[in-house]
């Protein structure tokens, strides 16, 4: 018959509690290691998931900017979308001077960015790039001195675009603007003849 | 006796085990500072690159930036209606003790006010602006070099002992985008590009 008090039983818990003392410190040890390489994995996923973001709607941009440009050169629709016909719009609203029938918040899906970045990053998702004209110098004929005598204007094309990790929930919207013009004066517009130059490089981009 | 020598056996055991816990511990430590001066590294280029990102140009001013080696200065575009308005916003370094830097931004906000915030959380070894010509194609680009210390790297007194110390490194170099038409009569009726009222770039810190 022995007792708590006993000299080997004094010894065998004095192991058992130094064996649990290693284990708690190991067991620490491990969570602080999980945590701070949590924390590293985050941030990191993060800043990469906003680069994502903001190369996914730059690119989108980019697209609906040829998909503009095209419909502008070759008078036709854009495909899905609000389908609108740029050329049409835009001579409509030079010859009638009057802006308001094109800001309707018209939209382009960016079918090969969506496309290109899905086959990457499957979670990625791409919103419609919403195009509106934001100013525009549709000149009288014949033009009053001193102002340019082409119509011109600049375009807002916009795109919001969800991160790929739901659970850091990024969210960014891209904004930029370009500049274009027409080669025809006002009073020999013909929708047919006219030649639109969009310009390639934006005046700035905004990151919301 | 012979509980003597179990507790001999497994006092030396502990002890050998706390040891090896007590070096895993330092590693781990030294692990994770590294890690949080990587963080902090990629967090300040991160914040420099949404800003170059965002850099506009000004069609009455020559230069695009104002740059010195431990300076740069440049506008930010910001759109507010028909308008497109450049905030101005400045990169510096600020010294801070045993020979380490801050990084400040300065930003000028739409109510004329100047915003300035130093990033203290991560102490800097190193940070150096340059600026890159591509004569081939005529482009201009901005470099930016980052060394971050680790951050308790106050209790080190010397600079040389800090330079065999964990760091983390990031450069950035990023294009200077110069938009179509500038200054173009067409452009001027069309969108008006103009700094915020009443500034222009920020002045550059004397090095």
Request: hydrophobic share 40%; glycine share 6%; charged share 20%.
């Amino acid at each position: 018959m022995t007792t708590l008090t006993e000299p080997s039983n004094r010894t065998g818990i004095a192991t058992i509690v130094l064996v649990l003392l290693v284990l708690l410190i190991l067991a620490m040890m491990g969570f602080a290691s999980f945590f701070q390489s949590s924390g590293t994995g985050r941030t990191y996923s993060r800043v990469v998931d906003i680069r994502q973001t903001i190369e996914a709607g730059e690119s989108a941009i980019f697209e609906a900017a040829s998909c503009l440009r095209e419909s502008m050169d070759k008078s036709q629709p854009i495909k899905g979308g609000t389908g609108d016909n740029w050329r049409e719009l835009i001579c409509q609203a030079v010859q009638n001077r009057d802006p308001s029938g094109i800001n309707k918040d018209r939209r382009i899906p960016p079918t090969l960015t969506r496309d290109v970045f899905r086959s990457e990053v499957p979670s990625l998702r791409i919103n419609d790039v919403i195009v509106n004209l934001v100013g525009q110098h549709f000149p009288t004929y014949p033009p009053l001195e001193g102002q340019p005598m082409y119509p011109c204007g600049v375009i807002e094309m916009s795109v919001t675009v969800f991160g790929a990790q739901r659970i850091l929930q990024v969210a960014k919207t891209i904004r930029q603007r370009r500049f274009f013009y027409l080669n025809a004066k006002p009073g020999e517009l013909s929708c047919a003849s006219a030649i639109f130059f969009l310009l390639p490089e934006s005046l700035g981009t905004v990151i919301e | 006796m012979v509980e003597i020598l179990v507790v001999c056996t497994l006092s030396t055991t502990v002890f050998a085990a706390l040891m090896g816990l007590w070096n895993g511990g330092i590693k781990m430590n030294r692990a994770a500072q590294s890690s949080t001066t990587l963080q902090n590294a990629l967090l300040l280029e991160e914040t420099i690159f949404q800003d170059f990102h965002q850099l506009g140009i000004d069609p009455k001013s020559v230069n695009s930036h104002l740059q010195a080696e431990n300076c740069l200065s440049f506008y930010r575009v910001a759109f507010v209606g028909n308008e497109i308005r450049l905030r101005p916003v400045k990169y510096a370094r600020v010294k801070g003790q045993n020979g380490l830097f801050f990084l400040s931004r300065t930003e000028v906000t739409p109510d004329g006010k100047t915003n300035t915030k130093v990033y203290r959380n991560a102490p800097l070894q190193h940070l150096s602006f340059g600026q890159l010509e591509d004569a081939t194609f005529n482009r201009r680009y901005l470099r930016v070099d980052i060394t971050v210390a680790e951050s308790d790297r106050q209790i080190n007194t010397s600079v040389q002992s800090a330079n065999q110390e964990r760091r983390g490194c990031r450069t950035l170099v990023a294009r200077i985008p110069i938009p179509s038409g500038l200054g173009d009569l067409c452009l001027n009726v069309a969108t008006k590009i103009t700094p915020e009222p009443a500034s222009g770039l920020l002045p550059l810190d004397p090095p």
